[in-house]
């Protein structure tokens, strides 16, 4: 089944933790993507990467990190410099200027 | 940089009647606009797409028009069905071989009632 695969769901931070978002995706997309959505407001972009071993900073990145390892993967930390963390995070992905697909999202939420 | 707004946040209709979802853009350089449709908890579906050097494109269902000279672009959904409830958001960016940065408005809920 082609897709992009978020993990966890649901996730939990504690203050001056970090935590890492998973994204993986089958469909052979060079170009990943993660953006932050709060509520009743419109997708921000955090990082993307257009090639293995390579990602660019987006509008948000203060206090986030990713890493580009494998054409399939791009997992993102949330840092505890990230001050406001509290969120819905979408993974995307596309062919380098085509359309971007989206995951299915992760809630993540400070405790 | 690019500016992208929805001119209404939420939009009711009745079952059975079309929906048209408005949305402008400040940025005369792009060339490129998604519509996505975001049911509550999951991620943006990609609905249909439209390039600058076109006016319209239909789809099934739904219809996009573009209109360069005052920067506004439309969704139609022809036929709103119950399942057509969701959040609508349109996108656009600057045409290039890399990665797109798209830029979204802040969406307009679609409610259809019975």
């Known amino acids: 089944d082609g897709g992009i695969t978020q993990s966890p769901k649901y996730l939990f931070r504690k203050e001056g933790q970090n935590v890492t978002l998973s994204c993986e995706q089958n469909l052979n997309h060079d170009a990943m993507y993660w953006y932050r959505q709060d509520p009743g407001q419109g997708l921000r972009l955090i990082y993307y990467s257009q090639i293995v071993n390579d990602f660019q900073k987006g509008d948000i990145a203060e206090g986030y990190s990713v890493s580009r390892e494998k054409k399939e993967s791009f997992p993102l930390t949330v840092t505890s410099a990230q001050k406001n963390p509290t969120a819905f995070y979408l993974c995307?992905?596309?062919?380098?200027?085509?359309?971007?697909?989206f995951g299915e999202g992760s809630w993540l939420t400070v405790v | 940089g690019e500016s992208v707004g929805l001119h209404l946040p939420t939009l009711s209709v009745q079952e059975g009647d079309n929906s048209i979802i408005n949305c402008a853009y400040s940025?005369?350089?792009?060339?490129?606009f998604i519509w996505y449709k975001q049911e509550s908890g999951k991620g943006p579906q990609f609905i249909i797409d439209i390039r600058s050097n076109m006016d319209k494109r239909q789809g099934q269902r739904v219809t996009v028009l573009l209109n360069k000279t005052v920067k506004h672009l439309s969704l139609q959904i022809a036929a709103t069905q119950p399942g057509d409830s969701a959040v609508y958001f349109c996108?656009?960016?600057?045409?290039?071989?890399?990665?797109?940065?798209?830029?979204f408005g802040s969406g307009t809920q679609l409610t259809v009632l019975p």
């Open positions: 940025n005369s350089a792009s060339d490129y």
């Open positions: 996108a656009g960016s600057i045409s290039s071989g890399s990665a797109r940065q798209l830029t």
């Open positions: 995307a992905s596309s062919i380098l200027g085509n359309t971007i697909y």
